[in-house]
């Protein structure tokens, strides 16, 4: 009996060693695992940095405008991180500043070779990174402005081009770790996270930033720090276990609307409030859209003030929804924020003068003048139906009517126009008057035959609502009088709401300087838009600045640590605006271009609304 006994006991330890060893092993390979996870983290894989020999800038508008653009504020917050402490940011394993003009441009943010901080770019950062001080505070946030993402650059031959207004390529909003790394808000992350962690990183980071206030203000600074970054792992544990954004974004591309509608109906309201957001959307070029009657790629909103207040929520600034004890905010005390409406105004007002880029013979090459006069005769008869809009006057301003191409038509991939259009969302516990909805100044269109239902409201009504409470509130805040206030919201125009599944087609005036192409940036270059489907990339590298003059977009090829954009995921498909034989309808809009067609009409859309387009025979 003792025997067995014993036997039974050598097995029960054996059982035991073996269950030890396997999740010795488990533990081990999830090691590996996070290890190699932050490595890629703190160790992105990003192209190299190659300083160009000269930044050219095209006469689109004066310096001074330039600056003004690129450096005026917007309330951003960007999780509550100070200016000063973005500058004296150290990457995770060495001492190299994140902040450094040459690391930063690495993620596709615009800098100059060997520029200098300016009284307006204090910290010598990129394009588009501003400071702003809310009122009665002498913290200084950092502020990711509008010109970080609508301003382009194209490279040639060492020399870029600056495109302003145009597309960025940068990669900035995600936040999720992934194995490839490469995200701006990822590496922000990881950096923010050794600081704080790494005893003497955080030493020589608060000495750089008080200075001589070290001993005094050395602990409010970490409980300080501690709250912005648990703001941003939060943002970044929450994105990545609800999966919220599963088509990654990469460069040039951000879900605009699903970003927008998590922060304001998840993050603000309710967790419930979350929705999956597959419909990247590249940053769409600027000059002119001030004329436009409707904007946005699906044509949904109408009123440039709410336009812009909607993009500071979206990028960062501050929305109070709830009081202290989450109850929801009434009266007068809706919804105070940090959006600064009169520098949203002066941006909006220094873009009316932004001209399109006129294409650069002496960097890009001559134009073939008797080719593009044939091009010219081509855009008549099968682009100037959709690209060509009518304009009237409304008060001195010319007011363009953009043609809507619904989704059926035009057969581009339909996510973003769908998401906006059929996504619904609870926005009940606001406890917001129906009545007093109807008295705002946001018109829906076309007019509800029903009641609102707040229990089902989609993103763009939603939006449009919380959004004339923060105008109402942030311009009684800036002391706005109401013989101001139809200035700054745009020609005294209402907070206009639409949702079609259709995408607008805009004029084309510098159309050559904005790739890649559609809405979603699925096709590389302008020749392969007029070509069809099955003549399309079906993968391409994105994230270079390099310019093919010829096809008119970046160059294709893949590079070192370029993100491949993969056109048979959902969000990014490459269908549509197709030009071959066939039915019209479902993405075919013409009737195949032969390749010498397509080159006369790429000619002309070079000079299209330029002062070249004067001299062609």
């Keep these: 009996m003792s025997s067995g006994i014993r036997k039974r006991n050598s097995t029960r330890k054996y059982i035991l ?280 790629w699906n044509g949904s909103a109408q009123q440039p003030m709410a336009r812009n207040i909607g993009e500071a929520l979206g990028v960062g600034a501050t929305l109070n929804l709830f009081d202290a004890n989450g109850q929801p905010l009434t009266g007068e005390a809706r919804y105070p924020s940090s959006v600064r409406v009169r520098d949203l105004n002066l941006i909006e007002e220094t873009l009316q003068r932004l001209k399109p880029p006129a294409w650069p013979e002496a960097l890009l090459g001559t134009i073939d003048k008797p080719l593009a006069a044939k091009g010219r005769e081509l855009f008549a008869s099968n682009c100037a139906g959709c690209h060509v809009p009518s304009v009237s006057d409304n008060n001195g301003r010319p007011v363009q009517q953009l043609k809507m191409l619904p989704v059926a038509v035009i057969g581009t991939d339909p996510n973003s126009a769908s998401n906006i259009a059929d996504l619904r969302y609870d926005l009940s516990s606001l406890q917001w008057d129906t009545a007093e909805l109807a008295r705002s100044n946001v018109e829906l269109h076309p007019t509800p035959s029903e009641p609102l239902d707040l229990r089902q409201l989609s993103a763009a009504k939603g939006l449009a609502y919380i959004t004339a409470f923060v105008e109402e509130r942030a311009y009684r805040d800036a002391k706005v009088t109401p013989e101001e206030r139809p200035r700054l919201d745009g020609y005294g125009l209402p907070i206009g709401v639409r949702e079609l599944r259709a995408y607008k087609a805009r004029p084309l005036a510098g159309v050559w300087a904005t790739p890649p192409y559609l809405h979603n940036g699925s096709v590389p270059n302008l020749y392969q838009l007029l070509s069809p489907q099955s003549e399309r990339s079906t993968t391409f590298s994105r994230g270079t600045f390099e310019y093919d003059p010829k096809h008119l977009g970046y160059r294709p090829e893949a590079f070192k640590n370029g993100f491949e954009f993969d056109t048979r995921i959902s969000g990014n498909h490459n269908s549509g605006h197709e030009f071959r034989a066939g039915q019209r309808g479902n993405g075919v809009i013409g009737p195949l271009l032969q390749p010498e067609e397509r080159w006369a009409l790429l000619e002309y859309l070079k000079v299209l609304g330029g002062p070249l387009e004067s001299q062609l025979p």
């Excluded at 419930?272 to 904007?295: C, G, M, S």
Aim: proline fraction near 7%; include cysteine; aromatic fraction near 14%.
């Design 17 to 296: 060693r073996l269950i030890y060893r396997v999740l010795l092993l488990i533990a081990v390979l999830i090691g590996i695992v996070l290890a190699v996870v932050l490595y890629y983290v703190a160790n992105p894989k990003l192209p190299d940095y190659v300083p160009v020999e000269q930044v050219h800038y095209l006469d689109q508008w004066d310096a001074k405008d330039r600056q003004t653009y690129y450096f005026t504020p917007q309330g951003t917050q960007v999780k509550g991180l100070r200016y000063e402490w973005f500058s004296a940011l150290e990457l995770p394993f060495s001492e190299q500043p994140f902040a450094a003009p040459e690391y930063l441009a690495r993620f596709g943010f615009l800098v100059e070779p060997g520029q200098k901080a300016t009284a307006q770019n204090p910290g010598n950062l990129p394009v588009g990174f501003a400071r702003h001080q809310n009122p009665g505070s002498a913290e200084q946030y950092l502020d990711i402005t509008c010109a970080a993402c609508h301003t382009g650059e194209l490279r040639f031959n060492h020399q870029a081009l600056r495109i302003d207004g145009g597309s960025a390529q940068h990669v900035l909003p995600s936040s999720v770790p992934t194995l490839r790394g490469g995200s701006f808000g990822q590496a922000l992350v990881a950096s923010l996270t050794s600081t704080y962690y790494n005893p003497w990183k955080f030493e020589r980071f608060a000495r750089k930033v008080l200075g001589a206030d070290y001993e005094a203000r050395h602990e409010q600074l970490r409980k300080d720090f501690k709250v912005s970054l648990d703001n941003f792992l939060r943002v970044a544990w929450n994105d990545t276990h609800r999966g919220l954004y599963p088509t990654e974004e990469g460069p040039g591309r951000t879900d605009a609307f699903g970003r927008i509608a998590n922060a304001s109906f998840g993050d603000a309201i309710s967790p419930e409030n979350y929705r999956i957001a597959n419909a990247p959307v590249d940053y769409p070029q600027l000059w002119d859209i001030w004329t436009f009657d409707w904007v946005q």
